[in-house]
């Protein structure tokens, strides 16, 4: 879920107004590049239609735990919105558990869990179906210092306990259900496409849908393994109940980059 500080600007204005360890090659290998499971080492960066660069790196290690455990960890970090994101997973023979925690400059903080079953298909697609929790903070002394801070707004300077009070609280708790799925047409060419719906159960009463579209291209630049690819997302946040009605706020995000594998 990407909230950047326009957004978060938007809707508070809105509401007032009323181990990097060394991997197993063999075991990785087994893995697409896209595929989850993978735990190469990675270095990626990406530019979206904005200029911002999301800057990535990553990578884990085979057989911890059994013969075919796959355990990864990578991080992100976005130039001009300061969001930034961390992420665990490890991967047996029952599924995968993993975590992710995110970092959205003076917005929120959001923690998220999960387990993930990895599912195959007779023409070769994979699935990945996820059930996850979400808490997410509302850094409500931020958005007020932000929403007060617009210039020609004409709302009176507010409080972190206005903020609070408009939104329905100062956290969430929801749930949401997760499908990644990855298509190799061939050896070189392949695209993933993701949905998330998430809905919250306390705190604030709020919707999320994020939805992913991504083409890659698999190249090899002398030994070096470079995956060539363009993304293109929609975030949909939607708060309900809140001193207004119901806010919401979207956007696309169409990006390009490469990733270097070892």
């Known amino acids: 879920?990407?909230?950047?500080?326009?957004?978060?600007?938007?809707?508070?204005?809105?509401?007032?107004?009323?181990?990097?360890?060394?991997?197993?090659?063999e075991q990785s290998a087994e893995y697409h590049d896209?595929?989850?499971?993978?735990?190469?080492?990675?270095?990626?960066?990406?530019?979206?239609?904005?200029?911002?660069l999301k800057l990535l790196a990553g990578g884990g290690a085979a057989g911890l735990t059994s013969d075919i455990s796959q355990t990864i960890g990578f991080a992100e970090y976005y130039t001009q919105s300061n969001n930034a994101r961390l992420r665990a997973a490890h991967f047996d023979?029952?599924?995968g558990v993993y975590v992710d925690i995110y970092h959205l400059d003076e917005s929120a903080g959001m923690f998220t869990a999960?387990?993930?079953l990895?599912?195959?298909?007779?023409?070769?697609?994979?699935?990945?179906?996820?059930?996850?929790?979400?808490?997410?903070?509302?850094?409500?002394?931020?958005?007020?210092?932000m929403a007060s801070g617009i210039p020609g707004s004409p709302?009176?300077?507010?409080?972190?306990?206005?903020?609070?009070?408009?939104?329905?609280?100062?956290?969430?708790?929801?749930?949401?259900?997760?499908?990644?799925?990855l298509h190799a047409w061939n050896e070189t060419h392949f695209s993933v496409f993701n949905v998330n719906l998430g809905s919250s159960y306390g705190g604030v009463d709020m919707n999320v849908a994020n939805l992913m579209w991504l083409q890659g291209i698999k190249t090899q630049v002398g030994e070096q393994v470079v995956n060539v690819?363009?993304?293109?997302?929609?975030?949909?946040?939607?708060?309900?109940n809140t001193a207004?009605?119901?806010?919401?706020?979207?956007?696309?995000?169409?990006?390009?980059?490469v990733d270097f594998r070892f």
């Open 1 to 25: 879920m990407k909230l950047n500080k326009l957004n978060a600007a938007l809707v508070t204005a809105s509401v007032l107004l009323s181990a990097n360890a060394v991997a197993n090659d």
């Open 34 to 52: 896209a595929d989850p499971r993978n735990s190469s080492k990675r270095i990626g960066v990406f530019a979206d239609q904005d200029g911002e």
């Open 93 to 95: 023979s029952f599924g």
């Open 114 to 116: 999960g387990y993930m």
């Open 118 to 145: 990895p599912l195959s298909s007779d023409n070769g697609t994979q699935f990945f179906p996820s059930l996850n929790y979400t808490y997410l903070d509302f850094k409500t002394d931020d958005i007020a210092d």
């Open 155 to 181: 709302l009176p300077p507010i409080t972190s306990k206005e903020v609070a009070e408009a939104l329905g609280g100062e956290e969430a708790h929801l749930g949401s259900i997760n499908l990644y799925a």
């Open 229 to 240: 690819i363009f993304e293109l997302k929609y975030d949909y946040v939607e708060i309900q």
């Open 244 to 257: 207004k009605g119901d806010i919401n706020s979207d956007g696309f995000t169409a990006s390009i980059g």
